[in-house]
């Protein structure tokens, strides 16, 4: 039983571990990434669509986002989808590919932008910490009903919180990664 806990436990520190990195590449920083599209969707004939499914998406350069629609009647719907987005990006095009350039931050923007990955770190924590208070809560209920025996409720709640550092240990290493991301000029 207490297996089972860990398992389901494990599971569900990844997700937020896994929810973590998706919300940190979407994070803008001086270099240009294709993941900083991920959230835009594109008004395509009526249906709301991501753009990678419109467009093909390049970097051919560090500081430079290529899209080159595959329809070429989809391109003011790109660029209108960039327009409205917080991306703060102004695109422009030469009738085939739409390109992004991505600008230097400032100081003051990417001072900002670190506190917003630091509470996206936070949020995920918390998360962890969540899916750790559950566990112990599912282990004390089974030694309550005596389906778990007190040495290996001991165990398991050892296990848990072994398990949870592990976790942290993993979020604060991507928060630090972006940090300097973001703060590299």
Do not use: C
């Amino acid at each position: 039983m207490v297996d089972e806990i860990m398992s389901e436990t494990r599971q569900a520190m990844q997700k937020s571990v896994e929810a973590l990195q998706h919300e940190m590449a979407t994070v803008r920083t001086g270099r240009a990434s294709a993941h900083l599209l991920d959230q835009l969707r594109v008004d395509y004939y009526g249906s709301q669509v991501p753009i990678n499914q419109v467009a093909t998406v390049g970097i051919p350069e560090p500081r430079l986002i290529a899209i080159q629609p595959w329809d070429k009647s989809a391109i003011p719907l790109v660029e209108k989808a960039i327009m409205e987005s917080k991306l703060g990006l102004t695109p422009s095009n030469d009738g085939t590919v739409i390109r992004l350039p991505i600008p230097q931050l400032t100081e003051e923007r990417r001072e900002e932008l670190v506190k917003v990955v630091r509470q996206y770190a936070e949020e995920s924590r918390i998360s962890v910490r969540n899916a750790r208070r559950d566990a112990n809560e599912f282990i004390k209920d089974g030694q309550k009903e005596g389906e778990i025996p007190e040495d290996d409720a001991k165990r398991g709640t050892d296990r848990v919180q072994g398990l949870t550092d592990e976790f942290v240990k993993k979020i604060d290493d991507i928060l630090k990664g972006k940090e300097e991301e973001v703060m590299e000029v």
